[in-house]
């Protein structure tokens, strides 16, 4: 059985569960029973519509067209063969309280200007050593160090933005369940499955019983 997907956009998030879909934005909760649900459909895009019994419409927004479509797929897959005619009379909004503001963003923007600074420093001091001692030799190699080090610091930022770019533009997002735990380091395994009914593992750290997992359907 294909995990439970989770369609995220700006954000929103909008989630499967057996019996319902629950759309969240920053403001309210929205809970659609699936027995209510008429249809779903996309153009393609990054939105998802979806048609109530008595007609009533309810939008959801994903990342990427190729999660909004798998999104689709699955919660088609899911409707019940009987429909409930009250529509909207089963829907249950709930207002929620504002979340404050992701801090992760500034930590980054702290941690790119500290990198920037020591870069410029070095720079400034491999100038001075250069107009003041010449080009020794001890100097070049003692530099061979921090290049070294700079180039493999940048080959982990290229792959990890790469990586990034892939799960922005077709990542998929599904909760996965916890499997197991290696005695040697203590990391946490969870299992999930895709949407071509494929079981993967995911390694990472312990977030309890059940996380969610974000991967690119082309290296799943």
């Known amino acids: 059985m294909v995990s439970a997907?989770?369609?995220?956009?700006?954000?929103?998030?909008?989630v499967l569960d057996a019996d319902s879909l629950r759309l969240v934005t920053c403001g309210r909760r929205t809970d659609i029973p699936l027995a209510v649900i008429q249809e779903a459909r996309t153009d393609g895009g990054r939105e998802?519509?979806?048609?109530?019994?008595d007609g009533a419409m309810h939008r959801a927004h994903g990342g990427n067209a190729t999660a909004?479509?798998?999104?689709?797929?699955a919660l088609t897959a899911a409707l019940p063969e009987q429909?409930?005619?009250?529509?909207?009379?089963?829907?249950?909004?709930?207002?929620?309280?504002?979340?404050?503001k992701h801090k992760l963003a500034a930590r980054y923007r702290r941690r790119v200007?500290?990198?920037?600074?020591?870069?410029?420093?070095?720079?400034?001091?491999?100038?001075?050593v250069g107009a003041t001692r010449g080009s020794d030799v001890l100097i070049v190699i003692a530099g061979a160090l921090p290049l070294v080090i700079g180039l493999l610091m940048l080959s982990i930022a290229v792959d990890d933005t790469l990586i990034?770019?892939?799960?922005?533009r077709r990542g998929i997002t599904?909760?996965?369940?916890?499997?197991?735990?290696?005695?040697?380091?203590?990391?946490a395994w969870y299992k999930y499955t895709d949407t071509e009914g494929v079981e993967h593992n995911h390694r990472g750290r312990n977030r309890g019983p059940r996380t969610r997992v974000t991967y690119d359907p082309k290296e799943p």
């Not at 909004?68 to 797929?73: E, G, N």
């Not at 429909?83 to 404050?100: F, H, K, M, N, Y």
């Not at 200007?113 to 001075?128: D, E, F, N, P, V």
């Not at 599904?174 to 990391?187: E, S, Y």
């Open 113 to 128: 200007a500290i990198a920037g600074a020591l870069s410029l420093a070095y720079l400034a001091y491999t100038i001075w």
């Open 174 to 187: 599904v909760f996965a369940t916890f499997d197991f735990r290696t005695k040697k380091d203590g990391a």
């Open 68 to 73: 909004t479509t798998a999104f689709v797929t």
């Open 164 to 168: 990034h770019l892939a799960l922005k």
């Open 5 to 14: 997907q989770i369609l995220l956009g700006d954000d929103a998030e909008t």
């Open 48 to 53: 998802v519509v979806i048609v109530l019994t």
């Open 83 to 100: 429909r409930d005619p009250a529509g909207s009379a089963r829907v249950t909004i709930t207002a929620l309280d504002q979340p404050e």
